[in-house]
């Protein structure tokens, strides 16, 4: 049965695990970047659509409330 707490769980499991990507992310292009004086843009790139996908949000939501 979907009711308000299994879409209040969903959105938070779905909210931790873009977080943690993120880091993983971020972490791999610090290693790469750190240890083998590389630039991964195809990690950059992930990193930057996360980013401005949340700061757009941010901003929608904040316009809207």
Known sequence: MIDERFLSHRWRATSH???IGAVVTGG???????????????????LLAMA???I???IYYRARD
């Open 17 to 19: 695990a873009a977080v």
């Open 56 to 58: 757009v949000a941010m």
């Open 28 to 46: 791999w292009f610090l290693y790469h970047q750190l240890s083998q004086g590389e630039l991964r843009w195809d990690l950059a790139s992930i």
């Open 52 to 54: 401005a996908t949340k």
